[in-house]
């Protein structure tokens, strides 16, 4: 100990990994890291590898804490979900309705998500707390 000596490699490089993502949080205010950002593929690899983990309850409780500490996202497609949620409600307050079409500023991506939730509605797909999320705006299914 005295002279630094490594005992677990595999915490050190958690560790400097965590360190990574924290520094990129306080950077842009978020955790989502992709190749396109500067620390590039491999902090989005580790960050996929600690969701595999995750999944497979094969993460100490102590890394999960220390991830939840810094509003990590164990679930990449619910995020997505969420802003596009988001979008949706930000076009609501500003036009007061949901029928957003690609002529509207927020364009193709944002109708295209309306109407994949409109299918999945239709196919039962969509679970029940989203279902309620979009009645709570008055999204229209047809």
Partial sequence: NS???IWDH???AWNQYFDQLCAFKALTGHCNVSTKDARGKS???WINRQRAAYKKNA???GQIQRLNSIGFIWDH???AWNQY???LCAFKALTGHCNVSTKDARGK???SWINRQRAAYKKNALSSDRIQRLNS???IWD
Avoid: V
């Fill in 137 to 139: 705006i008055g999204f």
């Fill in 10 to 12: 595999l915490e050190q």
């Fill in 3 to 5: 002279i630094g000596f």
């Fill in 43 to 45: 902090l989005e690899s």
């Fill in 109 to 111: 991506s944002l109708e």
């Fill in 59 to 61: 993460l100490s409780s």
């Fill in 77 to 79: 497609l619910e995020q």
């Fill in 85 to 87: 949620f988001d979008q």
